[in-house]
T-cell receptor
């Protein structure tokens, strides 16, 4: 079974550009979570999505950040007009439709570097 | 304010030694997870504990959830160089509603086991 897949693994953007991060959950998983890991900091929750629905976006910055999980295709975390402070590792996790939501399986992450 | 405090932050030991990592909070968690993360990779789930006082063993690793569900520990017996990595505890504070699935992470413990 393939695990959670994220691409790209590394992304370099200049200030003001857009960054699109993709996440394909584990097969059969319908819940997706995005976390951010800033240098020297722990993982911070950003958003929790189910297919076509945002369940909890309490950790998302109010501006420039958006996330979606369409009926078909991967979940997308989109950062508009990136700034240097957005440089971080972004991790996606997924959990199955039934059972404990906190048992989350993480992807390898996308390392975003903003120049 | 860090909801989950891990200690120690750094641990450097010799192969064969035992060690314990602690995860403490003033909040009650409905469950707690331990992850291990290697450089450039995503966190890998080791265990989920859900019942106060619960003890789980995974080969040389022993995980304990405090009776009051506010703390947890990870004990490694006869550490090996392959145990080297970042160990993270994560917990779920709210068991229901829209926060279900929003993991709160500790800052992590960097373990180095020297041959």
């Amino acid at each position: 079974n393939a695990g959670v897949m994220q691409n790209p693994r590394h992304l370099v953007r200049r200030r003001g550009q857009e960054a699109r991060l993709r996440c394909s959950p584990m097969k059969g998983h319908s819940h997706v979570y995005w976390y951010r890991q800033l240098p020297e900091e722990g993982l911070k929750f950003m958003v929790y999505l189910q297919k076509e629905n945002i369940i909890d976006e309490s950790g998302m910055p109010k501006e420039r950040f958006s996330a979606e999980f369409p009926k078909e295709g991967p979940s997308i975390l989109r950062i508009q007009q990136v700034v240097r402070g957005d440089s971080a590792a972004y991790f996606c996790a997924s959990s199955p439709p039934s059972g404990r939501r906190e048992t989350q399986y993480f992807g390898p992450g996308t390392r975003l570097l903003v120049l | 304010t860090q909801l989950l405090e891990q200690s120690p932050q750094f641990l450097s030991i010799q192969e064969g030694e035992n060690l314990t990592v602690y995860c403490n909070s003033s909040s009650v968690f409905s469950s707690l997870q331990w992850y291990r993360q290697e450089p450039g990779e995503g966190p890998v789930l080791l265990v989920t504990v859900v019942t106060g006082g619960e003890v789980k063993k995974l080969k040389r690793l022993t995980f304990q959830f405090g009776d009051a569900r506010k703390d947890s520990s990870l004990h490694i017996t006869a550490a090996q160089p392959g145990d080297t990595g970042l160990y993270l505890c994560a917990g779920l504070i709210n068991a229901g509603g829209t926060s279900y699935g929003k993991l709160t992470f500790g800052q992590g413990t960097i373990l180095t086991v020297h041959p």
